[in-house]
């Protein structure tokens, strides 16, 4: 069983910054990502990253904005939520799962999931 420890979050103005962190008590060969949902809608995927190497998945609204980096060291990941928009008002969840080899997908089914952290943008 993989649990997920996420922190950050919180409220931010409309252009600002937020980093949210997650921690993985494992984390070897495993798609790190974030999803969000906010309120009324469905959740979607923001980003993935595979632990063992490679470059990050981006969903589209949230290309060029944000940055989802690892910590190998920490079995850390990180997303870093730059030129916020209201828009990106949501609960955001921290997810995982094994991966042998990448890359990772944002469309996979995860497995593990953290308890979700809000973010609230203000106009």
């Known amino acids: 069983q993989v649990q997920l420890m996420e922190s950050g979050g919180g409220s931010v103005q409309a252009g600002g910054s937020l980093r949210l962190s997650c921690k993985a008590s494992?984390?070897?060969?495993?798609?790190m990502a974030w999803f969000r949902q906010a309120a009324g809608k469905e959740r979607e995927a923001v980003a993935t990253?595979?632990?063992?190497?490679?470059?990050?998945v981006y969903a589209d609204p949230v290309k060029d904005r944000f940055t989802l980096s690892r910590d190998n060291s920490e079995n850390t990941v990180y997303l870093d939520l730059n030129n916020v928009k209201p828009e990106d008002t949501a609960t955001y969840y921290c997810?995982?799962?094994?991966?042998?080899?990448?890359?990772?997908?944002?469309?996979?089914?995860?497995?593990?999931w953290g308890q979700g952290t809000q973010v609230t943008v203000s106009s």
């Open positions: 997810a995982a799962m094994e991966m042998m080899w990448g890359p990772c997908l944002l469309g996979a089914e995860y497995t593990y």
């Open positions: 494992q984390y070897q060969r495993k798609c």
């Open positions: 990253i595979y632990t063992m190497g490679g470059v990050p």
